[in-house]
């Protein structure tokens, strides 16, 4: 994804797989491309991909900022730009 | 929250494409930035962006000063090629070779991500290797018959590109002046004509162009040249207008600014939103393809999305009568 919502890891599966939790979405990503990534980490992910872990406190920031975006948002989800 | 997606709509009837649509979702920004401080937008445009946030940041930066009447601040010229480098090989490495039914290297992506931490002259030995051994490309941009370039150009039937293209950055001023409508995003595009000529003809001329701007970024890092930024400024009504380089094109940020310096406007225009608001550089490549079938085409089909290089999953919703 180009935008940078974080996810929050709730499993480790095997050396290089983890559960994530995407706003309330869990799938399945890869952490071939992180290190030491543990359970209640926040890592930014991209197609399938971890990407960073992000410092705590800035994925918290992030997270406001884009429960503030979900609200200007028509019922609350994505609008769509153009068409 | 979903943060965004393209859909590609094809309809295939009577043994040919009758319809061939593009719709891009993703959330809408600027309103959450207009009413801020400038301070604040300053601080948080960053954090909305994953694969392009440093590029982002200095856009925003940039016209945030310009509209305050203030100098910009220096850009990160090293982490902002690092950024525009990671781009191009994680396509080189991943997507490409996976699209193409080669062996993709994972590994070696994560060992030069693993480095981009390190002093320069360790990111700079790891990216020379990775060229060297991986791609098969020597700093002189020669493309050695071994590499995973050579194997992926040979796929798709592509000669490398003998120059970087897409680097250009529009002037500001003139683009402003001829931008006469204030409609937001994408809706009016003066560079029409820049845009078509960085738009690739076909999914092998997009791969060249894609190994010669990775080669054209390390260069530039090894060197230290300055990162591309462009801005104009208005003072008088407060406004900045700042254009920055991203792997995927140019990148502009405008802002107006009120006189207690919170933001009244904010507009972005970014490379995917301008290569998909329609689908006409996707039917351009399949229109010079042969006749083809439903399924080789709807592969092609797959190869011209990448091709376009969105920054942000696709999905593609194929229909047959």
């Known amino acids: 994804m180009c935008l940078a919502l974080p996810a929050r890891v709730v499993e480790r599966r095997g050396a290089d797989t983890a559960l994530v939790d995407l706003a309330g979405v869990q799938k399945e990503i890869s952490l071939a491309l992180v290190d030491d990534v543990a359970v209640g980490d926040y890592v930014i992910v991209h197609v399938g991909y971890a990407l960073n872990r992000l410092d705590p406190e800035e994925a918290e920031k992030t997270l406001a900022l884009f429960a503030e975006l979900a609200t200007l948002a028509p019922n609350g989800s994505d609008h769509e730009i153009h068409r | 929250m979903n943060t965004g997606k393209l859909h590609v709509s094809a309809h295939w009837r009577a043994g040919c494409l009758a319809r061939l649509e593009t719709r891009l979702d993703r959330p809408q920004l600027a ?229 207690a310096a919170r933001v009244s406007r904010y507009r972005i225009w970014a490379p995917t939103d301008r290569r998909f608001a329609s689908a006409a550089g996707l039917a351009r490549q399949l229109a010079a393809l042969p006749a083809l079938d439903a399924a080789t085409l709807r592969r092609q089909l797959e190869l011209a999305i990448l091709a376009l290089d969105p920054c942000l999953p696709w999905q593609i919703d194929w229909t047959e009568d």
């Not at chain 2, 100098?71 to 996976?98: C, F, G, I, K, N």
């Not at chain 2, 092998?204 to 090894?222: C, D, E, I, K, P």
Request: charged share 15%.
């Open chain 2, 31 to 259: 309103p959450l930035l207009e009413g801020q401080s400038a301070a604040q937008v300053g601080l948080c445009v960053p954090l909305f962006y994953s694969l392009c946030r440093h590029a982002q940041g200095l856009a925003a930066g940039a016209a945030l000063a310009a509209a305050a009447g203030r100098p910009a601040p220096p850009p990160a010229h090293s982490v902002l090629w690092q950024e525009t480098l990671h781009e191009h090989l994680w396509r080189l490495l991943l997507d490409w070779p996976a699209a193409l039914d080669l062996a993709a290297a994972p590994d070696a992506c994560a060992a030069w991500r693993k480095q981009r931490t390190a002093p320069t002259p360790a990111l700079l030995s790891a990216t020379a290797a990775l060229f060297d051994t991986v791609l098969g490309v020597t700093p002189s941009g020669q493309v050695r018959p071994a590499g995973l370039a050579a194997r992926c150009l040979a796929a798709l039937g592509s000669a490398p590109a003998l120059a970087p293209v897409g680097l250009d950055l529009p002037d500001p001023e003139a683009w402003l002046a001829r931008q006469a409508d204030a409609s937001p995003m994408v809706a009016a595009d003066p560079l029409a004509e820049l845009d078509a000529i960085a738009t690739p003809a076909s999914p092998g001329v997009a791969y060249a162009r894609q190994l010669a701007n990775a080669h054209a970024a390390w260069q530039a890092l090894a060197a230290g040249h300055p990162y591309p930024l462009r801005l104009a400024a208005w003072p008088h009504t407060r406004r900045g207008l700042a254009f920055t380089h991203t792997a995927r094109g140019w990148l502009a940020h405008e802002v107006v600014l009120t006189p």
